[in-house]
């Protein structure tokens, strides 16, 4: 622990998945100087002087629905090829320590919304307390869940607190966990392409609190490299006349994806970004497809057509090779510390600077990765430096 | 012509090449209201208010070392689906008159360099009165050559005019080219990656002369697409570790590179954007093959594996298809207008803000699209707009 | 017309759709020796032997539900890059005689299959006399239909003549096409992936006639470079984990497969490949995009992952980018050829010899392309050759 | 041990190489039965009825200029991702074992070439006598060297014999390793693309032996997937216009093939297959780059251009990513394997039937991949079956 600094709290929806596990064994090995920094952009020499915590200060704990121990998760990644088999092995009473913090919970049931809210509630302020952190920063790491069906308990925050006390489903699992996560006093991201927190009942609940909040849905792969590239056929004044994409993923996500309606939801999260940076309609077919043999590993193929002078027809075509948790991990990380700073430093409501990390950022339309990166900069600067 | 406005002289050394024929059958073409302008990066609507000479403005002139009519050139370069042959028949009467004012020249001799340089700038000065232009851009699209052996006499103008007199070539044909401009009091800019303006006694030249100039060796494929996604990779802190590229290439181009010397100039152009993007060495194998049967096309295929979170090894891949010439014609009109209109502001020297043509950018080293493109909009924005 | 020797009719259902106008116009270019033989198996070397009927001897004629005039679909296809501008316009006046034989339709309706079928029998009958043709061979390139609902009357022949008779729909188009060229005394192709000849009481009729068939979905893209890179994955005794493949159409073809229940009939026919020639299931998840602005164009890409020894995973990609009408109109005419000289040799029933043609072959499981080239050799042979 | 049956000796040049390694590893853990088959050809169900060495009865040896002991090896392979790090824990004993029968050698002399195959030829027939193997299989696994310069000795075996005697080298190291094994009695297989044991004069003392030999230069590839693919346009009639590749290679093989003599000699290797296969030049221009970061892992990029009727130009690309030692190992034991058997059966000379193996295959001029293999599988039945 860094000396005298405040501990801060990084707690995780999904805490034993692989994104969440790789997060866990990757801060624990930079506290522990086993790991160097790749990969993390809170960890770039242009935001060397933001005061953000210290790896030794962070203390993980999460729920999950799945009991599997997270020292063994974390042996299953590393025979994936995801982690260091030798991280691991070193790290393991450590895990070992944080599978102590997490609790186990239930799936989201289907009637006594209110009450399981008070349950996560309630684990986030013992957390806190137990654990002796000045702050908490929630992160929903679930897995994608179909999109939440409209409802006049979204538009203000009494009719949705008196709507959570009857019977029906009024909440999807990410925005039961955002309103009980603001409730308990700690800041939220969304990593997934669910509602989470962008409920107006749930900004009225953030702005009353004081909170920062930002989503949703990580940018890890094919929009990250679609966010950088689009702009330049932008720029270049070359007229994209279709982007066509396909997906294979392995893994969890993969599976949870296979079900049609979660596709829809990270499709739709996935299609901005050509319209916004275009400012124009391109047709944009794409697939996500479930291939259990890639494991954590996503492959994607992206073809894009498009026209230059004189009509000439052209085209561009790349493949994305990645491991997801790999690509996502310190991304969770650099989300953790930069809204603990931003609590700190008195922000609340959505944070549109923090639209570098998400496919479908909230508070911004601005899908444009350097544009974001800028504001990012220019934002984490604004937070204050090192005192 | 556009009401009372000035005629503005735009003059190709290359003026039967490929890109040059598609430039001049491109400006036609809109000037006459027979094609869009995509492809421009000056038409983007962010530059909408930058007083830009207009396309009914431009008189075209130049000179090549190849007799073959424009009209002939044009009709080729639609045969192999660069331009629309529906374009090149109705213009061909306008490409007749732009070829009577292409003067051939023989190709730089061993000896008389000065008496070369002079035949060039009495060229330009003539098309210039002839034709009343109140300035003339010379843009150099002459073939890629060997780099240029360094002499004392490039360090300064007096030394330079002193040895254009003796029997030593002294200036490589690019350098002669802009030296002649110059004087004529032509503003530059280098398309290829030769030498072009680039040595002090040529900067010099164009101080003195309150000309500005641009260059070199203009931005169309890989390295465009380089300069947008190496920035991706630096702004998520992944570690590139190595890129290789190779590029295939037909048509005339292509033949000159593969003359070994011409290669080496180009593949050192197109090797300094990761360097100085990524602020690292990466391992960068660099080929570029003349494929014959290609003809006016470019297929280049990246190669790029990088390390991200806990030295987890990933890799993207991507092919890019284009047409040369319909990639460079447009961006050789943008610099004769950028420059005809930076030439009117009283600008002189290098100019570092139209880096985002180049792909070995005078005067900075920003290889950052982004970051390129934004220098340009404020720079032109600052010439002044609309009166 | 070469001296003496038959005139063959060809017969095409679709006859004015992209692939067919391909082949006509190729057919007469070659005839007029305006055109090579590229693309044509019929014309490799090691068929030289077999006494294939000439160009010049051949006779097309078809139906359409379209009215578009030959020339005229020629004239767009040569806007689209498809065929030569000046070949069509060399061919103007044969287009327009070929044209003129043939006849327009009305798609399938929904009862009056038997007038349907006597109508396409008797338009059949007449073109072969008027055209004083030995024989006529139809091929089927309407468009891809969704599968046909069974029913007990594809059991036999006189079950099948029955239920014709009654209100409800009992055949597909293709079906229904079939039937009538079988009765009509032609040979059959079917070159889509509907049922076309495929039901035991086609077969039957066939067998009655004494006439050959063959079939069914040309092999012309991804499914063609399926068959010949699978093999090696065999050979090699390398396990294939996964193979995901994206298609993406243009032109008519895509439109039609965008209908989901199209698609199915297509993707099925084209998964077939890898279980046959790997001898066990893959996982193997295939997508067909319309992507309009592809026009005749189709860009595949298929992802392979693979296992090799000692479990090392390793992965291919390919991707192709092929015109279809161009690479279709040969076998189809390929197809005619074999067809009039194997019904001349007597031969009748499945040709399971032709299915080097197909995705989906009929009267064998082997997908191997080298081993499906070598029984077309072989049978081609077995015809006769010339006299 | 298989019950009674005959040892047999598989002797690597070049022993602790990755492909040697990884063979050795496999060879025991499939004597062990601790791993499964994939990837090897002589355990494929079509040549069940081989009567093979069995995996038990091969005792493995070698020379190496290499000091680093075998297990050692095995872990900086499994390290790498090569091989399985839990299969090399539990081989470590058998690998220690292996390695004290690798003879470490110092690179070839300038002068007393005799006395160095001498040597050779000693250690073979001590390893035979101490072993008590039946018969010996000797594989060149050693780095690619540069082309063989020709000299009259090469033409007659008592000229070469005289000319070894002399101080001037003669020899290739792998020729001069055919020779020596040839003298000893030994079959012997060229895996590397050297001259190997194709010289006049070593042909003439491999027939004066009775012994079957084979090469050359391993197909584990971008050839491996050329010779199965441009078959492929052969059958179709579709004209190559121009096939590019790219390779990137890390590890031993790459550095050495950085040096650009020993490059030429690959290439030329690699360039055969197209010619011979298609029946026609084509522009191929092909590169091997050396890229360390990747390790044993090799990608290729291969870029077909082709006309197809009419013609209409296509495209075809393939990227390739293998990883060379697992794609190598099982071909080197399959080969061992073939030979010994070979042996047994009386062949002797050039076995033009092992062709399916090489890129450069002796005896043949068939380099497509299909009928490689039904001619390795013929001859392999042809050796006689299980008694």
Chains 1, 2, 3, 4 share one sequence.
Request: aromatic share 6%; proline share 5%.
């Amino acid at each position: 622990m860094s000396d005298g600094a405040p501990r801060i709290g990084v707690w995780f929806a999904g805490a034993r998945g692989s994104v969440s596990t790789t997060a866990i064994v990757g801060g624990l090995a930079i506290a522990h100087r086993l790991a160097d920094r790749t990969g993390l952009v809170s960890e770039l020499p242009v935001l060397a002087d933001v005061a953000l915590p210290a790896f030794e200060d962070l203390v993980f704990g999460g729920h999950d629905v799945d009991p599997i121990p997270l020292p063994r998760r974390a042996e299953l990644l590393a025979d994936a090829g995801v982690v260091p088999g030798a991280l691991v092995r070193k790290l393991v009473g450590d895990l070992g320590e944080v599978d102590h913090r997490i609790r186990q919970v239930t799936p989201l049931p289907a009637g006594g919304q209110a009450e399981y809210a008070a349950r996560i509630e309630h684990d986030l302020r013992e957390f806190r307390d137990r654990e002796a952190c000045e702050r908490v920063v929630v992160v929903n790491l679930s897995s994608t869940e179909p999109p939440l069906a409209a409802s006049p308990a979204h538009a203000d925050l009494d009719a949705l607190e008196l709507a959570l006390r009857g019977s029906d489903r009024v909440l999807s699992t990410s925005s039961l966990y955002a309103y009980a996560a603001l409730r308990a006093g700690c800041s939220f991201a969304d990593f997934t392409p669910g509602s989470g927190a962008r409920l107006p009942a749930l900004a009225e609940l953030a702005q009353r609190q004081g909170l920062p909040w930002a989503g949703s849905d990580g940018k890890t792969g094919e929009t990250l490299v679609k966010s950088a590239l689009a702009p330049m056929f932008a720029m270049r004044n070359l007229r994209v006349r279709s982007w066509a994409g396909t997906n294979l993923l392995g893994g969890g996500d993969g599976a949870t994806l296979a079900d049609e309606r979660a596709t829809a939801s990270k499709a739709a999260s996935k299609a901005r970004v050509l319209g916004e940076v275009l400012g124009y309609e391109v047709d944009a077919p794409l697939h996500i497809d479930y291939v259990p043999d890639l494991g954590d590993w996503k492959t994607a193929w992206d073809h894009v057509s498009f026209e230059g002078f004189l009509g000439t027809r052209m085209a561009m075509q790349f493949t994305w090779n990645g491991c997801d948790s790999a690509l996502a991990a310190p991304l969770v990380l650099d989300l953790a510390r930069l809204l603990a700073r931003a609590h700190d430093a008195g922000r609340s409501g959505p944070q549109a600077a923090l639209a570098f990390f998400f496919k479908d950022p909230v508070g911004t339309d601005e899908h444009r990765l350097a544009q974001q990166f800028e504001s990012l900069v220019e934002w984490a600067h604004g937070l204050g430096g090192r005192s």
